[in-house]
C-alpha cells in the first residue's frame, strides 16, 4: 500500500506528491497529516491519495513515520479547494493547503488541553456505606456527596466546593472508590457563557419575501443571492432564520463577517440564538481557543461557524449555507500570497458542496452589484427599515462658509448644537473621523478645491517619509510642488489636511468636560479584547460620546445613538485610489446607518468641503442606484476594475540600495517578458517602477512596479509569471506580488 503525500514546504521543486509506503498495519484516510522522512529531516505532510504501484522500485520508497492525528485534518472538499486555489494562484499545493489548518497547528505548537476529572468508581447504592466508612473525614465525605451523581466533575470545580481536596482525592482513589482521569478541555473563547435565548420576532414583508425566495433554493443546496438591503432592514434576522433552516436539513452553516470589532456582536447573537453549537475563528483568539473552535467544528460539534476571511476554511463537513455579510469590505481580499478573495472562495465551495450562497450588503461592491445585473446572482431587496422606522434624516454642513464666518474649529455651529441637544436628551452620539494614516493631500478650505492629477483623476499625496516636498500622483507619477495659493479661488488657505480622532477627541472634551467620551481607532483597541472593551463602555452608556474611525461605521447596533456625525466627509472622497468615490459612498452609508435604530429616529451630521459633490448628495439620499450608475460609468470610462487590474509588484528591504536594484532588475525582468510575449504586451496598458507614497515602513524601504492590465486570459498567464517573478528573493530584498491589491500606497 502506497500513499501520495504533499509534504509541507513551499518551493518550486517540491511542488508535487511524494510516494510514501504505509507500514503495515496503519489505517490511513485522504486528508490526513502525517510525519513523514524527507531527505535527512523528517517533515509534516498531507495525504492526498493512495496507489498500488509506482514507477520507483518500491524498495527505495521510505515509509510514513505516524500519523499527526488520528483523524483527517483536511476534509476531501477542502482538499479540491486547495487544488483549485494553487492552480488560479500559480503557486504549490502545499502553500494553499496551509490555509486550511489553525495555523497552530503546524509544528505541533499547540497542544490538546487536559484537565484532571474525578468520577465514581463505585454503583451509586453504595455510595452511603462508604461515606459512613469515611469517618472523621469531613472532606471525603464532602467529594463522595458531590461525586453520587455518578457524574465526571473537573478537579478544578471541586476545588471551588472543598477546600485543598487532593489529598483527600487521592485517597479516595487509593480506595477504589473514585476514578482520577484525565479529559480533554476545549478551550472556548468568551468563556462558553450561555446567553439567555431571545424570542423570535414576527417577520417583516421584506423579510419574508426574501425567505421565500431563498428557502426552497436552500433546501435544494443551490443558489446565489446577493441581499441588497439598507441598513436597519433586518438583514441579521434573515441570517438567523436561513442558518436554522439549514441546521434542521442537518446540514451546516457559515457566516463571514468583515472585522473583528463586529464579531462579538454577531457572536452574541447567534449565540443566544443557537447556543454552543456556534463556533468562532478569528484572529484574535488564542492559539489554543482557535484550534479548539477548530476541532469542535472539525468534529462537527459546531455546525454554525462565525469568523472573518480566513473562517471560509473551515473544516465544516456537509455544508448548506455561506452568508458574506458587509460583502463590500475589503478585508474579504487576501491580496498577499496565495492570494484570495473570501467571496470566490465562498462561491467555489458552494458550487461544490451543493450549498447556497448568500452576498449581503446595505451598499453591495461595485462588482457584486454588477455581477448580479449580469445574472450570476439572484438579486434581492429589502428597502425599508423594521417597524418602518425611517432612514435618518441627513444634513449636509458646507464648512467653506464655516470658515468665511471665522469658525476654524473641526466642528460646524450646527453639529456642535445637536451635540449638546443630544446630550441635553440623555441620547448617545457617533462621532467619525476617517484618519487612514499616512496619506495628506491637499485642499483648499475656502474652495474645496483638492490638487488632483491631472492624467489620473485621483488625487495627489505627500510622499510622507524620505519625500522630496512634492506631490505626487502615485498611479501614474506625476509630480508638481505643492501651490501656495488655490489655483481656483487664490485663498491661502490651501493646505495639508490632517487632523485625526484624537484632535476631535480633545476638542470635545473641551465642548463637554462632564460627558463620558471614548475614541475608538488603530491606537487604542489594540489587545485581544480591545474593541469589546470600549464598545462595552458605550453600549453600558457609561460614555455617551463614541469617537472612531471607519471602524466604527460597520455593522454596529446601538440603539441610543440618535446623532452622527461626519467630521470630515472630504477625507475619504479625497483618498489617492480609484475606489475612493465607492469607499466614500459606503463609509456614509454605513455611518449614516448607526443612527435612530431604536424607537427615537436618528440625525446625520456631514461636514465637507465639497456639498456639491455627487457622491455626497448621493450617500445623503442613501440612494445606492444613481450612486451605482455613476460608478460604473466611471469605471468604464477611465479604465478601473472591474474593466482592468491593478497590479503590482512590491519591493521592500532594510537596504534603500538593495530595494531600488532589485527593483530595477525587476522592472527589466518585466520588460523583457512584455518583448517576448506580443499577446501581454498587448494587454498591459501601464507597466511603471517607482516608489509608493509610503516610501519607508517599518524601517524598509519600498519600490513598486504599478501594471494596469486588461481582463484576458493572457493576462492571467502573464500573472502567473509575475508570481514566479516574486519568488526571486534573496537575504536582503522581500518581493510581494499583489493583484488588485487593497491598497496602493
Ligand atoms: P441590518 O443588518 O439590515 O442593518 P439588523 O439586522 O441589525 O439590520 O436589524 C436592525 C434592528 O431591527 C435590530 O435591532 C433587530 O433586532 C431588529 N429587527 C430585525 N428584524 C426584526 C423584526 N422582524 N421585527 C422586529 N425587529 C426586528
Ligand atoms: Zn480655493
Ligand atoms: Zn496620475
Known amino acids: 500500500m502506497l500513499a501520495q503525500v504533499i509534504v509541507d514546504i513551499v518551493h518550486e521543486n517540491v511542488a508535487h506528491t511524494f510516494t510514501y509506503r504505509v507500514p503495515e498495519g496503519l489505517e490511513l484516510s485522504v ?41 483527517p485534518a483536511i476534509l476531501p472538499c477542502l482538499i479540491d479547494l486547495a487544488e483549485r486555489m494553487a492552480e488560479n494562484a500559480h503557486c504549490p499545493l502545499a502553500e494553499t493547503l496551509r490555509l486550511m489548518l489553525p495555523a497552530e497547528m503546524r509544528g505541533g505548537r499547540v497542544q490538546v488541553k487536559q484537565q484532571p476529572i474525578a468520577r465514581l468508581a463505585i454503583p451509586k447504592e453504595d455510595v452511603d456505606e462508604a461515606i459512613f466508612k469515611q469517618g472523621r473525614s469531613q472532606k471525603r465525605r464532602q467529594l463522595l456527596e458531590i461525586l453520587r451523581d455518578g457524574i465526571p466533575h473537573p478537579v478544578s470545580e471541586l476545588k471551588m466546593i472543598v477546600r485543598d481536596p487532593l489529598e483527600a482525592l487521592r485517597q479516595l482513589q487509593q480506595a477504589g472508590l473514585v476514578d482520577i482521569l484525565q479529559e480533554e478541555v476545549l478551550r472556548r473563547p468568551g468563556g462558553g457563557a450561555e446567553t439567555p435565548p431571545a424570542p423570535d420576532p414576527e417577520l417583516t414583508p421584506s423579510q419574508k419575501e426574501v425567505l421565500g425566495v431563498m428557502l426552497p433554493e436552500l433546501h435544494q443546496g443551490q443558489g446565489r443571492f446577493l441581499l441588497h438591503g439598507v441598513t436597519g432592514s433586518g438583514k441579521t434576522e434573515v441570517f438567523i432564520r436561513l442558518v436554522r433552516e439549514t441546521l434542521r436539513m442537518g446540514k451546516a452553516a457559515m457566516i463571514l463577517v468583515p472585522e473583528i470589532a463586529l464579531t462579538p456582536q454577531m457572536v452574541d447573537w447567534f449565540r443566544r440564538r443557537f447556543g454552543a453549537v ?31 476571511r480566513s473562517a471560509v476554511f473551515a473544516p465544516a463537513e456537509n455544508l448548506g449555507l455561506i452568508v458574506v455579510d458587509e460583502e463590500h469590505e475589503t478585508t474579504y481580499l487576501s491580496d498577499r500570497h496565495p492570494r484570495y478573495d473570501a467571496r470566490e472562495v465562498a462561491r467555489w465551495r458552494c458550487d461544490n458542496e451543493g450549498a447556497t450562497l448568500l452576498l449581503a450588503s446595505a451598499t453591495p ?93 485621483v488625487s495627489m499625496t505627500y510622499h510622507v ?85 471607519q471602524m466604527i461605521a460597520k455593522g454596529l447596533d446601538f440603539p441610543k445613538v440618535t446623532l452622527v456625525g461626519v467630521v470630515a466627509a472630504d477625507m475619504t472622497l479625497n483618498l489617492p485610489d480609484y475606489r475612493a468615490r465607492e469607499r466614500t459612498f459606503q463609509l456614509l452609508t454605513q455611518v449614516a446607518g448607526r443612527a435612530g435604530r431604536g424607537e427615537t429616529p436618528g440625525q446625520v451630521i456631514i461636514q465637507t468641503y465639497k456639498p456639491e459633490d455627487e457622491v455626497i448628495l448621493a450617500s445623503a439620499r442613501q440612494d445606492y442606484r444613481v450612486f451605482f450608475e455613476q460608478e460604473f460609468g466611471k469605471r468604464r470610462t477611465g479604465l478601473y476594475p472591474p474593466f482592468t487590474i491593478l497590479a503590482r509588484l512590491l519591493v521592500e528591504s532594510t537596504s534603500a540600495k538593495a530595494a531600488q536594484e532589485h527593483a530595477e532588475h525587476l522592472m527589466a525582468e518585466c520588460m523583457r517578458l512584455l518583448e517576448e510575449n506580443p499577446a501581454w504586451k498587448k494587454r498591459t496598458l501601464m507597466i511603471r517602477l517607482d516608489q509608493p507614497s509610503v516610501t519607508i515602513l517599518r524601517g524598509k524601504s519600498r519600490w513598486h512596479i504599478l501594471m494596469k492590465l486588461l481582463v484576458h486570459p493572457e493576462t492571467e498567464a502573464f500573472a502567473a509569471e509575475l508570481t514566479e517573478l516574486a519568488r526571486e528573493e534573496n537575504d536582503q530584498v522581500e518581493t510581494y506580488f499583489e493583484y488588485n491589491p487593497t491598497t496602493m500606497m
Open 278 to 308: 456556534a463556533a468562532v475563528l478569528h484572529s484574535r483568539l488564542s492559539a489554543g481557543e482557535r484550534f479548539d473552535e477548530w476541532r469542535r467544528i472539525r468534529r462537527g460539534e459546531a455546525r454554525v461557524v462565525i469568523g472573518a
Open 31 to 71: 486528508g490526513q497529516r502525517v510525519e513523514v522522512p524527507f531527505g535527512p529531516r523528517r517533515k509534516e505532510g498531507v495525504v492526498v491519495g493512495f496507489s498500488d504501484t509506482t514507477d520507483v522500485p518500491v524498495e527505495k520508497l521510505k515509509s510514513i513515520i505516524a500519523p499527526l492525528e488520528d483523524y
Open 465 to 549: 517619509s524620505g519625500g522630496d516636498g512634492q506631490l505626487h500622483c502615485h498611479y501614474c507619477g506625476f509630480a508638481q510642488a505643492p501651490p501656495q495659493t488655490c489655483p481656483e479661488c487664490s485663498s491661502k488657505y490651501i493646505r495639508y489636511f490632517g487632523a485625526g480622532t484624537q484632535k476631535v477627541e480633545e476638542e470635545l472634551r473641551k465642548l463637554f468636560p462632564n460627558v463620558g467620551i471614548v475614541r475608538m481607532d488603530i491606537d487604542t483597541t489594540s489587545g485581544k479584547d480591545g474593541h469589546q472593551k470600549l464598545l462595552d463602555e458605550f453600549r453600558s452608556g457609561r460614555a455617551r460620546i463614541l469617537v472612531g474611525t
Open 365 to 457: 461592491s461595485i462588482l457584486s452589484f454588477a455581477m448580479a445585473r449580469r445574472g450570476d446572482y439572484t438579486l434581492l431587496e429589502m428597502p425599508n427599515r423594521v417597524m418602518n422606522r425611517p432612514l435618518p434624516e441627513v444634513e449636509i454642513i458646507d464648512m467653506r462658509q464655516e470658515l468665511e464666518q471665522g469658525n476654524r474649529s473641526v466642528f460646524s455651529g450646527r453639529l456642535v448644537a445637536a451635540l449638546k441637544d443630544c446630550m441635553r436628551r440623555g441620547q448617545q452620539a457617533m462621532l467619525l473621523m476617517n484618519r487612514r494614516g499616512y496619506n495628506a493631500f491637499i485642499s483648499c478650505r475656502s474652495c474645496g478645491h483638492v490638487m488632483k492629477c491631472p492624467n489620473c483623476d
